[in-house]
């Protein structure tokens, strides 16, 4: 059964349509959830989550890529699993993506909400004018939580021009922001 099957599945309300999302992706979503988490059945939960958020979302929502939706409902999932751990412990590689990120963004104190939607609309303008290549290295990287050995196994690169190009994308995504909030 193809995407455009699915959804109209879950347009009707019709529950085949759970099922056919699980045989469809449910592999998928797991090692997905896995690169976040590093517990077997939190990531089952939230690849749980996910298909329980689509059928809530689906309709209104049609997505044009259900994979890419899915996994950003997963995705979701196991940040809101790990903000609930952090009170325990905090996970290395969350904190080192946070760290990495955090170049990027001029003025951190006084990130609110509306604040936040706006460098939300600036980041995935940038994106959209970078390359392909290194759209693809910076969110495999910040979006799907691959590590640097993982990108590079991918794309054929090596280490150090993942690295590299990251570093570069990370600075120029920081002065793409310094120059619209200066042209506000």
Request: proline share 3%.
């Amino acid at each position: 059964m193809n995407d455009t099957d699915i959804i109209n599945l879950y347009y009707e309300r019709n529950e085949d349509a759970v099922r056919e999302t699980m045989n469809s992706y449910h592999n998928r979503l797991l090692r997905f959830a896995m690169r976040f988490l590093s517990d077997s059945r939190d990531a089952e939960e939230c690849v749980n989550d996910a298909y329980v958020r689509a059928w809530n979302t689906i309709p209104p929502n049609r997505p044009e890529n259900l994979f890419a939706y899915l996994a950003a409902l997963c995705r979701n999932a196991a940040l809101d699993v790990i903000k609930k751990n952090s009170a325990q412990k905090r996970s290395v590689q969350l904190v080192e993506l946070t760290h990495e990120m955090n170049e990027c963004i001029p003025d951190q104190n006084s990130i609110s909400d509306e604040r936040s939607d706006e460098l939300k609309g600036y980041i995935n303008e940038y994106l959209s004018m970078l390359p392909k290549d290194k759209r693809a290295v910076f969110l495999g990287r910040y979006w799907y939580n691959e590590s640097v050995s993982e990108i590079a196994r991918w794309t054929g690169y090596s280490q150090s021009k993942v690295k590299t190009m990251l570093h570069r994308t990370r600075e120029g995504l920081r002065k793409f922001i310094i120059r619209k909030e200066g042209s506000l």
